[in-house]
């Protein structure tokens, strides 16, 4: 093969690459140091949270999740995560949360949810973020309602308040081709 060939066909595959496209995404979270920066009513929810976290039976990963649902009639909804010595039969304590919340209010939309979660040694340290089938839920309740909510994750470092589950969950099925379209 000839140096000039070889070259043109470089000079192909550059051409190839050059039409690609890019998709950006960005997300934001507001960072506060504690609770007591965050509105009254926020702190109640993260209390709650607290609360529900202690409740948790997770006597195999010994990794307590506590969450608290704000609804928009005012009611107060948590739940905590419930293990299973069969793995995929336990539920997150986000999901455990919402689908109680959906199932008595199911004209209710959703707020708020704050999530913490803690070990043996207390709180951790850095908030965590719901798993994906937990953040698709969330993300379910967003559309079901149509209407965004805050999604405040707990921890001793920080807490991060979210403004969107589309914010954890950017490219995220959202069922429109299970929708029969009149056959």
């Known amino acids: 093969m000839s140096p000039s060939r070889d070259y043109r066909i470089i000079t192909i595959l550059c051409a190839q690459f050059t039409i690609m496209k890019q998709l950006s995404l960005t997300t934001t979270i507001d960072i506060f140091e504690t609770a007591k920066e ?72 959703v707020v708020s949810i704050a999530i913490i979660a803690m070990n043996k040694h207390g709180i951790i340290k850095n908030p965590v973020a719901p798993c994906g089938a937990c953040r698709q839920v969330l993300l379910e309740t967003e559309l079901r309602f149509k209407k965004a909510y805050d999604i405040i994750l707990v921890g001793q470092s920080s807490i991060q308040k979210v403004k969107s589950s589309k914010d954890l969950l950017p490219l995220s099925f959202v069922g429109e081709g299970l929708l029969k379209s009149g056959e």
């Not at 005012?74 to 997150?92: D, F, K, M, R, V």
């Open 38 to 109: 965050m509105s009254a009513k926020e702190q109640e929810l993260i209390k709650a949270a607290e609360e529900a976290c202690k409740k948790a039976y997770a006597p195999y990963s010994e990794f307590n999740v506590g969450a608290a649902v704000l609804l928009e009639n005012g009611e107060l909804i948590t739940g905590s995560n419930q293990e299973n010595a069969a793995y995929p039969s336990g539920l997150c304590a986000e999901r455990t949360a919402i689908f109680y919340a959906n199932a008595q209010y199911p004209e209710t939309p």
